[in-house]
């Protein structure tokens, strides 16, 4: 949980909730959201431009559409 910590640019960093090797090797950072602020889809698209890693944004959907689990790739 939170072991890995991105510098994007002087004294701004992103923090993926999980950090996550794949079988392959691929390496994924995964993070869980209840909803989003503007900063944190910035810096998480700004990590993805960066750094060669896949990340992963999953949000929980709400019940009256459906439940379960809305999944982002931003690569």
């Known amino acids: 949980f939170e072991g890995l910590k991105l510098r994007l640019a002087d004294s701004t960093f992103y923090t993926p909730d999980f950090a996550v090797m794949r079988a392959d090797g691929l390496i994924e950072c995964h993070e ?16 993805a431009d ?3 890693f896949r990340f ?5 959907k709400a019940k009256k559409d459906g439940g379960g689990w809305e999944v982002e790739t931003f690569e």
């Open 32 to 47: 869980v959201k209840g909803f989003w602020e503007d900063d944190a889809r910035v810096k998480i698209k700004v990590a």
């Open 50 to 52: 960066q750094y060669p």
């Open 56 to 60: 992963l944004a999953v949000t929980a």
